[in-house]
């Protein structure tokens, strides 16, 4: 699994600045004076409308993998581990990996939360149990 990004178009306004909007979350939208702050503003939206649809127990689109000129917005590292987390788990209930793991169902619940900040050593446990590789990066 690589990081998880979704694709935005920005496009600049008339009267200045930028308007983004995610092409598969049509109620994540945002703005900014220059394109970097767009850009910056474009990854607290998709930060936070992940997390509220998380939160909300809806549902989370794939990515699309967009043909049009975009650019890819990722939400921040706690929103990423818990999304990759919930991917890597497939149909595995949270009972199983709590099981796998030898610790409690509210304990691997949180794994999934992204309000929570999981330990590396939690992660790469996880991980392993799942039958990943926890890998880090710097961008």
């Known amino acids: 699994m690589a990081i998880i990004s979704y694709p935005a178009t920005i496009k600049p306004e008339p009267e200045g600045g930028f308007i983004v909007q995610f092409i598969d ?5 945002t703005e900014g004076e220059t394109l970097e702050e767009a850009l910056f503003n474009a990854a607290e939206v998709l930060t936070l409308t992940l997390d509220g649809r ?18 890819l917005v990722s939400p921040d590292a706690k929103t990423q581990a818990a999304l990759l987390l919930r991917q890597a788990r497939g149909n595995r209930t949270l009972a199983d990996l709590a099981r796998a793991l030898e610790t409690s169902w509210p304990q691997v619940q949180r794994l999934e939360d992204p309000h929570h900040w999981p330990s590396l050593k939690t992660l790469d446990r996880a991980a392993r149990v799942l039958g990943k590789r926890l890998v880090l990066s710097l961008e």
């Open 54 to 71: 998380m939160d909300e127990g809806q549902d989370i689109p794939a990515p699309s993998q967009s043909r049009e000129a975009v650019y």
């Open 25 to 29: 979350l049509d109620e994540a939208f």
